[in-house]
């Protein structure tokens, strides 16, 4: 068996998460965010469609990470971003960082906009 070292030139993958975070490229951000390939940073959640829209051009799929679980987002959300020319594609948060970084190695045009998993409450 050969073991290749993934590459990610300038791009930051997602390395982890947890309860309420995300962490990209050895920074820890805290919430819903949106991450590209050479930014991250917070995002408005799913009433917020013009952040993900800011990315027409540059990116072909977006990647919606709905939090621990599967879930279906609001139909206005979707139907905005697909119409703008965004392939969406929902599935678990964890399903989405994976995912993300599997087509981020491969070079794709993709992003991914993350709702967080469950925080522990105490």
């Known amino acids: 068996m050969r073991l290749t070292e993934i590459q990610y030139g300038t791009a930051r993958p997602i390395e982890g998460y947890g309860p309420g975070f995300f962490r990209i490229g050895g920074t820890v951000l805290r919430g819903a965010c949106?991450?590209?390939?050479?930014?991250?940073?917070?995002?408005?959640?799913?009433?917020?469609?013009?952040?993900?829209?800011?990315?027409?051009g540059k990116i072909?799929?977006?990647?919606?990470?709905?939090?621990?679980?599967?879930?279906h987002p609001p139909a206005a959300f979707r139907t905005l971003i697909e119409?703008?020319?965004?392939?969406?594609?929902?599935m678990s948060s964890p399903a989405?960082?994976?995912t993300y970084n599997v087509l981020l190695s491969e070079g794709r045009r993709i992003s991914a906009a993350l709702?967080?998993?469950?925080?522990?409450?105490?």
């Open 60 to 71: 072909d799929v977006l990647f919606v990470g709905m939090g621990a679980e599967i879930a």
């Open 34 to 56: 949106l991450i590209t390939p050479w930014d991250a940073g917070p995002w408005g959640g799913l009433d917020d469609t013009e952040t993900p829209l800011s990315l027409v």
């Open 83 to 90: 119409a703008s020319g965004i392939g969406v594609e929902v």
């Open 96 to 98: 989405a960082c994976r």
């Open 115 to 122: 709702l967080p998993v469950h925080a522990i409450k105490s």
